[in-house]
């Protein structure tokens, strides 16, 4: 019987910031110098002029949008502590069935850092397709700088453990609010 976490969107209710403390964020913090890694889609459209045709958006919910509500909000970082105002972040996700648009743009969207470095992504939690854990897929670019692309995943997933394309340093930290999840992640790039 396919065990619940599979099935649903849903993800454990803890928070990812319980047992070792601090010690377990992987998320990158103010001060860091980790830069955020890359994790390829395999996708050929990530070339280095890659300019994004997903609508300039923020909330990616639009009508007939089914699952559980995500709250995504971070910072963009260059050097250890420096915000990073209008960077490009161009986002896509399955939907609450693993599957993607294919043809459209629902659940794609692209939006530009705040002066104080900051962005914020509103949508629903991205459901399982085979061979893949839990992620959502994101590229980067600051300036003229590299373009990165990398993907983010949820902590507590059970394939987790076998996919291999799972990164540690690209979990988000997640909680479960009133109104669904509430995930935050910051990204460092090399400045
Ligand atoms: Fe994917």
Known sequence: MTRTADEEPG?????HVTAGGLGTLTAAI???AVLTPACE???ALAAPDFEP????????ITPGTYGTRLLLTGHVYGEPGRPLPRVLLDFWHADYLGRYDLTGFRLRGHQFTSETGAFALSTVVPGLYPDRTRH???RVRHADGPLLTTQLFFPHEPRNQTDPKFHPDLVMTVQTGPTGRIATFDIVLPT
Not at 11 to 15: D, I, K, N
Not at 53 to 60: F, G, I, Q, V
């Open 53 to 60: 045709d997903s609508p300039e958006r923020t909330n990616l």
């Open 11 to 15: 993800l454990s209710r803890e928070a």
């Open 136 to 138: 959502l897929h994101l």
């Open 30 to 32: 103010p001060g860091s």
């Open 41 to 43: 889609d395999g996708d």
